[in-house]
């Protein structure tokens, strides 16, 4: 079994700045990928920010706005949001998938309100 905690959303207003950590515990486990998600009320969830085999991508709305970032040896993965906007309102997802099996773990979710 693997938890992960997210922390770092908070409200901050149009143009600020947030950093979002996200913790992994439990048993060994390798990483397949890592990424953000975000779901804003009556929306559906969207991919933010992941990085799968060596491989980083953003979403278009966010690039250049955001930065994934991750510590191999802490098991975290991180998201720096600069410039943020209004539309960047949403619960924050932290989504590890593991190996072998696959499987996707995701966190409890952080709230991150940007006020214009």
């Known amino acids: 079994q693997v938890q992960l905690v997210e922390s770092g959303g908070g409200l901050v207003q149009a143009g600020g700045s947030l950093r979002l950590s996200c913790a992994a515990s439990?048993?060994?486990?390798?990483?397949?990928?890592m990424g953000w998600y975000r779901q804003a009320p009556g929306k559906q969830r969207e991919m933010v920010a992941r990085i799968s085999g060596g491989t980083t991508t953003y979403a278009d709305q966010v690039k250049a706005r955001f930065t994934i970032s991750r510590d191999n040896a802490k098991n975290m993965v991180y998201l720096q949001m600069n410039s943020l906007k209004p539309e960047d309102t949403a619960v924050y997802y932290c989504?590890?998938?593991?190996?072998?099996?696959?499987?996707?773990?995701w966190g409890q979710g952080t709230q991150v309100t940007v006020s214009s």
């Open positions: 989504n590890i998938v593991t190996l072998p099996t696959m499987f996707n773990y």
């Open positions: 439990g048993r060994p486990f390798s990483i397949a990928a």
